[in-house]
């Protein structure tokens, strides 16, 4: 079974506050969810494995950590995830990056893939997916799908979003419980048009001044 953890740092909370605002205009988003997201990429990370190696300092040789096991590729579900692609290059910059074209029908609330592009050699990869919002789950899990039938293992892939619903986390955990799930709020409930509550309004109209 996969982890499911609510991300509580400080200062995760604290940004993620200020991004619920409804007044903060789109730079100020942008910026935010960037920081939020290299904060994730610290804590999602955290069980990546290392291995001993040999190194000489100034001062002689010397065994220390560095990573080992499989290289990180990072996949935004279109388009609001693109908003944490750069947080987590900041601090993994080797990173590959894929990408996964999803839209939601607004009548039956179901996603529909449309664009799908990976690197060559994904399915050796961690797979670190990203949306900011798990509403439904229907996002997340046709995405998982989606790397699944490309060959991809779920025990490989960790999926990341800044807010979620009960709803969306239920129907992912059943989906695929070999997945990690990380967020940083677990929001009330769902509205009748698929929107969490209270939520952070459509993260992706808010990232790039649409409506």
């Not at 200062?11 to 969810?33: A, P, S, W």
């Not at 987590?88 to 039956?108: N, Q, S, V």
């Not at 239920?170 to 048009?193: E, G, Q």
Request: charge should be negative.
């Amino acid at each position: 079974m996969g982890k499911f953890e609510v991300l509580d740092h400080p200062l995760i909370q604290h940004k993620l506050t200020m991004i619920r605002d409804k007044h903060v205009g789109t730079k100020f988003f942008r910026e935010t969810v960037r920081e939020i997201a290299t904060l994730m990429a610290y804590e999602v990370s955290r069980d990546m494995p290392v291995k001993d190696v040999e190194i000489e300092t100034p001062m002689g040789k010397t065994t220390q950590k560095e990573l080992a096991g499989k290289k990180v590729a990072i996949v935004p579900i279109l388009r609001a995830g693109l908003g944490m692609v750069d947080g987590i290059t900041d601090l993994i910059p080797a990173a590959k990056i894929g990408f996964i074209g999803m839209y939601r029908d607004e009548e039956t609330l179901q996603p529909h893939e449309y664009f799908v592009k990976l690197p060559n050699d994904i399915t050796e990869r961690q797979i670190f997916i990203v949306d900011p919002m798990l509403a439904t789950g229907g996002s997340a899990i046709d995405a998982v799908g989606a790397l699944v039938k490309r060959g991809c293992e779920p025990k490989n892939m960790k999926f990341a979003c800044l807010v979620s619903a009960p709803e969306g986390v239920k129907a992912f955990r059943d989906a695929y419980p070999d997945v990690d799930l990380y967020t940083c709020a677990l929001d009330d409930h769902l509205n009748k048009d698929g929107y969490i509550v209270p939520g952070l309004g459509d993260a992706g109209d808010r990232l790039f001044g649409t409506k």
